[in-house]
C-alpha cells in the first residue's frame, strides 16, 4: 500500500526565513511526486511535480529515493506563500494519494 | 485551461436521504477522483475512477457510491447520509500520462443535519 506522510500539520515562519515542509512516502514502484497548494477561498492546485525539477515560485522539491522523501524548500518565505500543501503521490495506476496538509504561515 | 466543476458549492442534507454530487470536467480525462477534505486529516480518497464504468475503492469508500456512465461525469453517491458525512468533497481528473498531475473542482460542502 502507498501511504504519504506530512509529519507537521502547521509551520509558522517569518518573513524572509527559509522554509522546509517535510513529506515522506512509502511505496514498492517507481512513484511520482507532487506538491499541491490551496490558497484561502480557493481551489488545490498543483504547484511541483518532481518529474519536472523546477521552482515554481521560488519552491523546489527533490525527490531523495534513498530517504523516501520530497521536502518542499524555499530560501525566503514571503507573507503570499501562506496557504496550504499537500503532498501526493501518483501510482502505476494513476491512483493519486495526498498526505495530511501542512498550513504555512508566514508572518510579518 | 482544464475545468473541473461541482455541481453545487453548498449543500444541507437531512439524516438518512440519498444524496447526489456531480462532477463534471472537460479535458477529455481518464481519471477522475473523489475526495473528502477534513481538518486535520488532509485528503482522503474515497474512489477512483480509470475509464467509463470502472472504479476502484480507495481508502474511505464505506458508506459511498460512484458512477461513471460518461468520460466527463463522475457522481459520488451517499446512499444514506449521516452526519458524520459533514465534510468538504473534493473532485478531481487527470490524464493518464505520466507527470501532468490532477485538476481539481471547487469543492462541495455537505452538511448533514
Known amino acids: 500500500a502507498q501511504r504519504v506522510t506530512q509529519p507537521e500539520k502547521l509551520l509558522s515562519v517569518f518573513k524572509g526565513a527559509p522554509v522546509e515542509l517535510k513529506c515522506n512516502y512509502s511505496y514498492s514502484g517507481s512513484p511520482e511526486l507532487f506538491w499541491y497548494v490551496q490558497y484561502s477561498r480557493q481551489r488545490l492546485q498543483l504547484l511541483l511535480r518532481h518529474i519536472s525539477r523546477e521552482s515554481i515560485k521560488g519552491f523546489t522539491a527533490d525527490l531523495n529515493k534513498g530517504e523516501t522523501s520530497f521536502h518542499l524548500k524555499k530560501p525566503f518565505a514571503q507573507e503570499e506563500d501562506s496557504a496550504m500543501y499537500y503532498c501526493a503521490l501518483n501510482n502505476a495506476g494513476n491512483m493519486l494519494t495526498f498526505g495530511g496538509g501542512t498550513r504555512l504561515m508566514v508572518k510579518p | 485551461d482544464v475545468k473541473v466543476t461541482q455541481s453545487s458549492r453548498y449543500l444541507v442534507k437531512r439524516t438518512g436521504e440519498k444524496v447526489f454530487l456531480e462532477c463534471v470536467q472537460d479535458?477529455?480525462?481518464?481519471?477522475m477522483f473523489w475526495y473528502r477534505q477534513d481538518p486535520g486529516l488532509g485528503l482522503r480518497l474515497i474512489y477512483f475512477s480509470y475509464d467509463v464504468k470502472m472504479k476502484e475503492k480507495g481508502d474511505i469508500p464505506e458508506g459511498y457510491s460512484v458512477s461513471r456512465e460518461k468520460k466527463e461525469r463522475f457522481s459520488l453517491i451517499l446512499e444514506s447520509a449521516s452526519t458524520n458525512q459533514t465534510s468538504m468533497y473534493l473532485c478531481?481528473?487527470?490524464?493518464?500520462?505520466?507527470?501532468?498531475?490532477?485538476?481539481f473542482g471547487q469543492g462541495t460542502r455537505l452538511t448533514v443535519v
Open positions: 478531481a481528473s487527470s490524464s493518464t500520462g505520466r507527470g501532468f498531475g490532477a485538476f
Open positions: 479535458m477529455d480525462h481518464e481519471n
